[in-house]
Protein backbone atom coordinates (compact mmCIF):
# COMPACT_ATOMS: atom_id res chain seq x y z
CA UNK A 1 0.00 0.00 0.00
CA UNK A 2 1.42 3.50 -0.98
CA UNK A 3 1.78 5.70 1.98
CA UNK A 4 1.36 9.53 1.73
CA UNK A 5 4.01 11.39 3.49
CA UNK A 6 2.87 14.03 5.97
CA UNK A 7 4.73 16.93 3.50
CA UNK A 8 3.35 15.86 0.96
CA UNK A 9 -0.17 16.31 2.79
CA UNK A 10 0.98 19.34 3.93
CA UNK A 11 1.61 20.35 0.48
CA UNK A 12 -1.25 19.23 -1.26
CA UNK A 13 -3.70 21.06 1.18
CA UNK A 14 -1.17 24.08 1.62
CA UNK A 15 -1.92 24.01 -2.37
CA UNK A 16 -5.65 23.79 -1.91
CA UNK A 17 -5.69 26.85 0.54
CA UNK A 18 -4.20 28.81 -1.54
CA UNK A 19 -6.50 27.94 -4.69
CA UNK A 20 -9.05 28.37 -2.49
CA UNK A 21 -8.22 31.88 -0.69
CA UNK A 22 -7.50 32.99 -4.55
CA UNK A 23 -11.26 32.21 -5.39
CA UNK A 24 -12.41 33.69 -2.44
CA UNK A 25 -10.76 37.14 -3.18
CA UNK A 26 -11.85 37.14 -7.17
CA UNK A 27 -15.23 36.46 -5.80
CA UNK A 28 -15.35 39.04 -3.58
CA UNK A 29 -14.14 42.02 -6.72
CA UNK A 30 -16.35 39.82 -8.96
CA UNK A 31 -19.17 40.75 -6.60
CA UNK A 32 -18.29 44.55 -5.91
CA UNK A 33 -17.53 45.57 -9.79
CA UNK A 34 -20.64 43.94 -10.93
CA UNK A 35 -22.76 45.96 -9.08
CA UNK A 36 -20.60 48.90 -9.95
CA UNK A 37 -20.58 48.05 -13.44
CA UNK A 38 -24.39 48.50 -14.00
CA UNK A 39 -24.68 52.11 -11.53
CA UNK A 40 -24.61 54.26 -14.48
CA UNK A 41 -28.26 52.36 -15.66
CA UNK A 42 -30.07 52.13 -11.96
CA UNK A 43 -29.12 55.78 -11.53
CA UNK A 44 -30.84 56.44 -15.31
CA UNK A 45 -33.56 53.79 -14.61
CA UNK A 46 -34.78 55.51 -11.42
CA UNK A 47 -33.94 58.88 -12.20
CA UNK A 48 -31.78 59.43 -9.73
CA UNK A 49 -29.63 62.82 -9.68
CA UNK A 50 -26.02 62.67 -8.05
CA UNK A 51 -26.70 63.26 -4.98
CA UNK A 52 -28.95 60.70 -4.25
CA UNK A 53 -27.01 58.05 -6.09
CA UNK A 54 -24.18 58.90 -3.30
CA UNK A 55 -26.68 58.62 -0.57
CA UNK A 56 -27.67 54.92 -1.41
CA UNK A 57 -24.14 54.47 -2.14
CA UNK A 58 -23.00 55.75 1.43
CA UNK A 59 -25.52 53.06 2.83
CA UNK A 60 -23.59 50.60 1.26
CA UNK A 61 -20.18 51.91 3.20
CA UNK A 62 -22.56 52.32 6.35
CA UNK A 63 -23.34 48.63 6.52
CA UNK A 64 -20.00 48.28 6.19
CA UNK A 65 -19.11 50.03 9.52
CA UNK A 66 -21.62 48.81 11.05
CA UNK A 67 -20.64 45.23 10.95
CA UNK A 68 -17.04 45.87 11.11
CA UNK A 69 -16.52 45.79 15.35
CA UNK A 70 -18.48 42.50 15.21
CA UNK A 71 -17.00 40.50 12.41
CA UNK A 72 -14.16 39.05 14.16
CA UNK A 73 -16.55 37.44 16.85
CA UNK A 74 -18.51 36.16 13.12
CA UNK A 75 -15.34 34.86 11.83
CA UNK A 76 -14.18 33.62 15.03
CA UNK A 77 -17.51 31.50 16.03
CA UNK A 78 -18.23 30.40 12.61
CA UNK A 79 -14.88 29.78 10.80
CA UNK A 80 -12.99 30.97 7.80
CA UNK A 81 -14.51 28.90 5.56
CA UNK A 82 -17.88 28.81 6.58
CA UNK A 83 -18.13 32.59 7.40
CA UNK A 84 -16.98 33.09 3.88
CA UNK A 85 -19.55 30.52 2.41
CA UNK A 86 -22.38 32.35 4.30
CA UNK A 87 -21.42 35.59 3.70
CA UNK A 88 -20.96 35.52 -0.22
CA UNK A 89 -24.73 33.76 -0.58
CA UNK A 90 -25.93 36.72 1.57
CA UNK A 91 -23.51 39.09 -0.42
CA UNK A 92 -25.54 37.79 -3.63
CA UNK A 93 -28.83 37.91 -1.97
CA UNK A 94 -28.28 41.56 -1.57
CA UNK A 95 -26.89 41.94 -5.14
CA UNK A 96 -30.32 40.36 -5.91
CA UNK A 97 -32.02 43.18 -4.30
CA UNK A 98 -29.77 45.91 -5.68
CA UNK A 99 -30.52 44.46 -9.31
CA UNK A 100 -34.56 44.35 -8.05
CA UNK A 101 -34.09 47.53 -7.11
CA UNK A 102 -33.99 48.69 -10.82
CA UNK A 103 -37.88 47.13 -11.18
CA UNK A 104 -39.02 48.43 -7.50
CA UNK A 105 -37.43 51.58 -6.99
CA UNK A 106 -34.88 53.53 -4.91
CA UNK A 107 -36.07 52.34 -1.85
CA UNK A 108 -35.09 48.66 -2.65
CA UNK A 109 -31.23 49.69 -4.44
CA UNK A 110 -30.61 51.32 -0.98
CA UNK A 111 -31.58 48.12 0.55
CA UNK A 112 -29.40 45.99 -1.43
CA UNK A 113 -26.42 48.64 -0.89
CA UNK A 114 -27.06 48.65 3.40
CA UNK A 115 -27.42 44.51 3.17
CA UNK A 116 -23.98 44.32 0.98
CA UNK A 117 -22.13 46.36 2.97
CA UNK A 118 -22.95 44.33 6.85
CA UNK A 119 -22.49 41.32 4.86
CA UNK A 120 -19.44 41.56 2.95
CA UNK A 121 -17.57 43.40 5.41
CA UNK A 122 -17.40 39.83 7.57
CA UNK A 123 -16.16 38.27 4.06
CA UNK A 124 -13.44 40.48 3.51
CA UNK A 125 -11.93 39.71 7.25
CA UNK A 126 -12.83 36.33 6.87
CA UNK A 127 -10.96 35.80 3.43
CA UNK A 128 -7.92 38.57 4.98
CA UNK A 129 -7.61 36.16 8.05
CA UNK A 130 -7.39 32.89 5.46
CA UNK A 131 -4.45 34.74 3.76
CA UNK A 132 -2.73 35.15 6.82
CA UNK A 133 -3.00 31.31 7.63
CA UNK A 134 -1.84 30.49 3.93
CA UNK A 135 0.59 33.15 4.37
CA UNK A 136 2.31 31.21 7.68
CA UNK A 137 2.25 27.61 6.57
CA UNK A 138 3.71 28.52 3.18
CA UNK A 139 6.76 30.51 4.98
CA UNK A 140 6.91 33.22 2.75
CA UNK A 141 4.54 36.70 1.58
CA UNK A 142 1.67 36.02 -0.57
CA UNK A 143 -1.12 38.23 0.24
CA UNK A 144 -0.37 41.29 -1.90
CA UNK A 145 -0.87 38.32 -4.19
CA UNK A 146 -4.56 37.48 -2.94
CA UNK A 147 -5.43 41.21 -2.99
CA UNK A 148 -3.75 40.74 -6.89
CA UNK A 149 -6.73 38.01 -7.78
CA UNK A 150 -9.05 40.46 -5.85
CA UNK A 151 -8.28 43.25 -8.35
CA UNK A 152 -8.54 40.71 -11.17
CA UNK A 153 -12.61 40.15 -10.02
CA UNK A 154 -13.08 43.20 -10.48
CA UNK A 155 -11.65 43.69 -13.35
CA UNK A 156 -13.35 40.79 -14.65
CA UNK A 157 -16.64 41.92 -13.04
CA UNK A 158 -16.18 45.41 -15.17
CA UNK A 159 -15.75 43.40 -18.64
CA UNK A 160 -18.47 41.44 -17.70
CA UNK A 161 -20.88 43.88 -16.73
CA UNK A 162 -19.97 46.35 -20.25
CA UNK A 163 -20.40 43.11 -21.73
CA UNK A 164 -23.74 42.57 -20.17
CA UNK A 165 -24.93 46.53 -21.26
CA UNK A 166 -23.65 45.76 -24.73
CA UNK A 167 -26.00 42.90 -24.83
CA UNK A 168 -28.95 45.11 -23.34
CA UNK A 169 -29.11 42.52 -20.57
CA UNK A 170 -31.91 43.89 -17.38
CA UNK A 171 -30.03 44.35 -14.65
CA UNK A 172 -31.74 41.93 -12.48
CA UNK A 173 -30.99 39.18 -14.80
CA UNK A 174 -26.91 39.86 -15.23
CA UNK A 175 -26.89 40.84 -11.31
CA UNK A 176 -28.42 37.50 -10.32
CA UNK A 177 -26.49 35.07 -12.61
CA UNK A 178 -23.35 36.57 -10.74
CA UNK A 179 -24.96 36.32 -7.54
CA UNK A 180 -25.66 32.66 -8.14
CA UNK A 181 -22.19 32.01 -9.50
CA UNK A 182 -20.46 33.28 -6.59
CA UNK A 183 -23.34 31.76 -3.77
CA UNK A 184 -22.79 28.18 -5.80
CA UNK A 185 -19.00 28.21 -6.30
CA UNK A 186 -17.35 29.85 -3.22
CA UNK A 187 -18.98 27.79 -0.50
CA UNK A 188 -17.58 24.62 -2.66
CA UNK A 189 -14.28 26.40 -3.19
CA UNK A 190 -13.45 27.58 0.78
CA UNK A 191 -13.57 23.50 1.65
CA UNK A 192 -9.93 23.95 1.27
CA UNK A 193 -9.38 26.78 4.04
CA UNK A 194 -7.03 25.76 6.16
CA UNK A 195 -8.18 25.76 10.11
CA UNK A 196 -7.00 28.72 11.92
CA UNK A 197 -5.82 29.31 15.24
CA UNK A 198 -8.61 28.90 18.15
CA UNK A 199 -8.31 32.26 19.90
CA UNK A 200 -6.36 33.16 22.92
CA UNK A 201 -8.60 33.35 25.92
CA UNK A 202 -8.04 34.18 29.57
CA UNK A 203 -10.27 31.45 31.70
CA UNK A 204 -9.94 28.85 28.78
CA UNK A 205 -13.34 29.13 27.89
CA UNK A 206 -13.91 32.46 26.68
CA UNK A 207 -12.67 34.33 23.97
CA UNK A 208 -11.18 37.92 24.27
CA UNK A 209 -14.42 40.36 23.56
CA UNK A 210 -12.85 42.63 20.23
CA UNK A 211 -12.95 45.46 22.61
CA UNK A 212 -9.69 44.66 24.08
CA UNK A 213 -7.92 44.88 20.77
CA UNK A 214 -8.99 48.48 20.29
CA UNK A 215 -6.43 49.65 23.15
CA UNK A 216 -3.44 47.79 21.63
CA UNK A 217 -1.09 50.77 20.60
CA UNK A 218 0.42 48.80 18.06
CA UNK A 219 -3.17 47.24 16.50
CA UNK A 220 -4.08 51.00 15.94
CA UNK A 221 -1.22 52.61 14.44
CA UNK A 222 -1.41 49.36 12.24
CA UNK A 223 -5.11 50.92 11.18
CA UNK A 224 -4.22 54.30 10.76
CA UNK A 225 -0.88 53.25 8.88
CA UNK A 226 -3.71 50.86 6.48
CA UNK A 227 -6.08 54.12 6.42
CA UNK A 228 -3.78 56.28 4.85
CA UNK A 229 -2.71 53.54 2.55
CA UNK A 230 -5.90 52.99 1.55
CA UNK A 231 -6.61 56.50 1.33
CA UNK A 232 -4.41 56.68 -1.09
CA UNK A 233 -5.32 53.53 -3.51
CA UNK A 234 -8.99 54.49 -2.81
CA UNK A 235 -8.39 57.76 -4.96
CA UNK A 236 -6.43 56.62 -7.26
CA UNK A 237 -9.43 53.98 -7.81
CA UNK A 238 -12.16 56.46 -7.66
CA UNK A 239 -10.13 60.08 -9.06
CA UNK A 240 -7.36 59.41 -11.30
CA UNK A 241 -9.54 59.56 -14.42
CA UNK A 242 -11.67 62.69 -13.49
CA UNK A 243 -7.85 64.57 -12.52
CA UNK A 244 -6.42 63.33 -15.49
CA UNK A 245 -9.27 64.69 -17.81
CA UNK A 246 -9.96 67.71 -15.70
CA UNK A 247 -6.70 68.63 -14.85
CA UNK A 248 -4.88 67.99 -17.73
CA UNK A 249 -7.58 68.94 -20.71
CA UNK A 250 -7.79 65.98 -22.03
CA UNK A 251 -10.33 63.19 -23.64
CA UNK A 252 -12.54 60.93 -21.22
CA UNK A 253 -10.50 58.04 -23.33
CA UNK A 254 -7.00 59.28 -21.44
CA UNK A 255 -8.57 59.38 -18.55
CA UNK A 256 -9.68 55.96 -18.55
CA UNK A 257 -6.28 54.51 -19.77
CA UNK A 258 -5.04 56.49 -16.94
CA UNK A 259 -6.99 55.06 -14.66
CA UNK A 260 -6.08 51.68 -16.37
CA UNK A 261 -2.48 52.32 -15.37
CA UNK A 262 -2.68 52.79 -12.09
CA UNK A 263 -5.02 49.77 -11.86
CA UNK A 264 -2.43 47.70 -13.88
CA UNK A 265 0.96 48.95 -12.12
CA UNK A 266 -0.98 48.49 -8.50
CA UNK A 267 -2.14 44.64 -9.69
CA UNK A 268 1.14 43.64 -11.33
CA UNK A 269 3.08 44.61 -7.98
CA UNK A 270 0.92 43.16 -5.88
CA UNK A 271 1.25 40.07 -8.22
CA UNK A 272 5.53 40.20 -8.82
CA UNK A 273 6.81 42.25 -5.85
CA UNK A 274 5.81 39.53 -2.47
CA UNK A 275 9.87 38.48 -2.93
CA UNK A 276 11.09 41.94 -2.25
CA UNK A 277 8.89 41.60 1.03
CA UNK A 278 10.46 38.42 2.02
CA UNK A 279 14.17 39.59 0.85
CA UNK A 280 14.15 43.25 2.63
CA UNK A 281 11.42 43.19 5.09
CA UNK A 282 7.85 44.71 5.50
CA UNK A 283 8.90 48.28 7.07
CA UNK A 284 12.29 48.92 4.34
CA UNK A 285 9.87 47.85 1.43
CA UNK A 286 6.68 49.42 2.47
CA UNK A 287 8.61 53.49 3.29
CA UNK A 288 10.41 52.84 -0.25
CA UNK A 289 6.79 52.33 -1.76
CA UNK A 290 5.70 55.23 0.05
CA UNK A 291 8.20 57.72 -1.11
CA UNK A 292 7.60 56.29 -4.87
CA UNK A 293 3.57 56.66 -3.97
CA UNK A 294 4.62 60.56 -3.00
CA UNK A 295 6.72 60.96 -6.19
CA UNK A 296 3.91 59.53 -8.47
CA UNK A 297 1.01 61.56 -6.81
CA UNK A 298 3.81 64.79 -7.26
CA UNK A 299 4.61 64.16 -10.96
CA UNK A 300 0.85 63.50 -11.50
CA UNK A 301 0.07 66.69 -10.48
CA UNK A 302 2.42 68.78 -11.68
CA UNK A 303 3.44 67.17 -14.58
CA UNK A 304 4.50 69.90 -17.29
CA UNK A 305 3.09 67.29 -20.05
CA UNK A 306 0.76 64.04 -20.29
CA UNK A 307 3.29 61.29 -20.56
CA UNK A 308 4.99 63.10 -17.33
CA UNK A 309 1.43 62.35 -16.06
CA UNK A 310 1.37 59.01 -16.85
CA UNK A 311 4.68 58.13 -15.80
CA UNK A 312 3.24 59.72 -12.24
CA UNK A 313 0.40 57.68 -12.35
CA UNK A 314 1.95 54.62 -12.99
CA UNK A 315 4.51 55.28 -9.66
CA UNK A 316 1.50 56.11 -8.01
CA UNK A 317 -0.15 52.76 -8.07
CA UNK A 318 3.52 50.82 -7.54
CA UNK A 319 3.63 52.58 -4.06
CA UNK A 320 0.61 52.16 -3.02
CA UNK A 321 0.32 48.42 -4.01
CA UNK A 322 1.34 46.87 -0.49
CA UNK A 323 -0.17 49.03 2.07
CA UNK A 324 -3.85 47.28 2.86
CA UNK A 325 -2.84 43.44 2.11
CA UNK A 326 0.42 43.98 4.00
CA UNK A 327 -0.92 46.00 6.86
CA UNK A 328 -3.55 42.67 7.29
CA UNK A 329 -0.60 40.26 7.41
CA UNK A 330 1.13 42.66 10.23
CA UNK A 331 -2.30 42.82 12.48
CA UNK A 332 -2.43 38.81 12.17
CA UNK A 333 1.24 38.21 13.22
CA UNK A 334 0.25 36.45 16.37
CA UNK A 335 -3.08 34.02 15.64
CA UNK A 336 -4.08 33.32 18.23
CA UNK A 337 -5.29 37.02 18.35
CA UNK A 338 -5.11 37.26 14.74
CA UNK A 339 -9.20 37.88 14.18
CA UNK A 340 -9.41 40.39 16.64
CA UNK A 341 -6.95 42.47 15.05
CA UNK A 342 -7.72 41.99 11.86
CA UNK A 343 -11.09 43.65 12.73
CA UNK A 344 -9.50 46.85 14.52
CA UNK A 345 -7.26 47.22 11.99
CA UNK A 346 -9.39 47.00 9.03
CA UNK A 347 -12.00 48.77 11.04
CA UNK A 348 -10.21 52.00 11.19
CA UNK A 349 -9.39 51.60 7.32
CA UNK A 350 -12.57 51.25 6.35
CA UNK A 351 -13.22 55.07 7.37
CA UNK A 352 -10.88 55.81 4.21
CA UNK A 353 -13.34 54.25 1.84
CA UNK A 354 -16.27 55.76 4.27
CA UNK A 355 -14.92 59.62 4.18
CA UNK A 356 -12.23 59.67 1.43
CA UNK A 357 -14.00 59.96 -2.13
CA UNK A 358 -16.36 62.51 -0.89
CA UNK A 359 -14.15 64.30 0.94
CA UNK A 360 -11.81 64.86 -2.11
CA UNK A 361 -15.03 65.99 -4.12
CA UNK A 362 -15.54 68.82 -1.55
CA UNK A 363 -12.05 69.75 -1.66
CA UNK A 364 -11.98 69.56 -5.23
CA UNK A 365 -14.59 72.01 -5.68
CA UNK A 366 -12.61 74.67 -4.27
CA UNK A 367 -9.06 74.08 -5.63
CA UNK A 368 -9.62 71.46 -8.18
CA UNK A 369 -9.29 68.01 -7.98
CA UNK A 370 -5.94 67.48 -9.40
CA UNK A 371 -4.76 69.78 -6.51
CA UNK A 372 -6.96 68.00 -4.16
CA UNK A 373 -4.87 65.20 -4.52
CA UNK A 374 -1.78 67.09 -2.36
CA UNK A 375 -4.37 65.85 0.54
CA UNK A 376 -3.65 62.55 -0.50
CA UNK A 377 0.37 62.65 -0.86
CA UNK A 378 0.19 63.84 2.77
CA UNK A 379 -1.61 60.99 4.01
CA UNK A 380 0.25 59.00 1.73
CA UNK A 381 3.75 60.50 3.94
CA UNK A 382 1.77 59.45 7.16
CA UNK A 383 1.74 55.82 5.90
CA UNK A 384 5.69 56.38 5.54
CA UNK A 385 5.96 57.69 8.83
CA UNK A 386 3.73 54.74 10.47
CA UNK A 387 5.51 51.92 8.18
CA UNK A 388 7.28 50.97 11.19
CA UNK A 389 3.85 49.47 13.36
CA UNK A 390 4.38 46.53 10.77
CA UNK A 391 7.46 45.55 11.80
CA UNK A 392 6.99 41.22 12.98
CA UNK A 393 6.37 40.42 15.97
CA UNK A 394 9.10 38.08 17.70
CA UNK A 395 7.47 34.54 17.91
CA UNK A 396 5.63 33.99 21.38
CA UNK A 397 5.99 31.05 23.22
CA UNK A 398 2.05 29.57 23.15
CA UNK A 399 2.47 28.69 27.07
CA UNK A 400 2.78 32.30 27.21
CA UNK A 401 -0.58 33.72 26.34
CA UNK A 402 -2.30 33.74 29.40
CA UNK A 403 0.32 35.92 30.96
CA UNK A 404 0.54 37.93 28.15
CA UNK A 405 -3.53 38.47 28.12
CA UNK A 406 -3.86 38.92 31.87
CA UNK A 407 -1.35 41.97 31.44
Not at 3 to 18: C, D, F, G, I, N
Not at 186 to 211: M, Q
Request: hydrophobic share 50%.
Amino acid sequence: MTTVQPTARRSAAERAATKATYAAFAGSGLLLSSGLARLPQLRDDLGLDTGQLGAILLAGAAGALISRPFSGRVVTQLGQGRAVAWTSALSGVALVLIGLGDRLGAPVFATGMLLFGLFSSAWDVAMNIQGTVVERRLGRSIMPRFHAGYSVGTVAGALLGAAMVQLDVPVPVHLTIVAVVVAVALPIAVRGFLPGEPPSTEDGRRPHSTLRYWREPRTLMIGVFVLAAGFSEGAGNDWTGVSFVDGYHAPAALGTVAYATFLAAMTATRWFGPRLLDRFGRVIVLRIQGAVAVLGLLLFIFAPAVPLAFVGTALWGVGVAFGYPVGMSAAADDPAHAAGRVTVASSVAKIASFAGPPLLGLLGDHVTILRALLAVAALQVVALCLAQATRPLAPVDPDRHRALDNQ
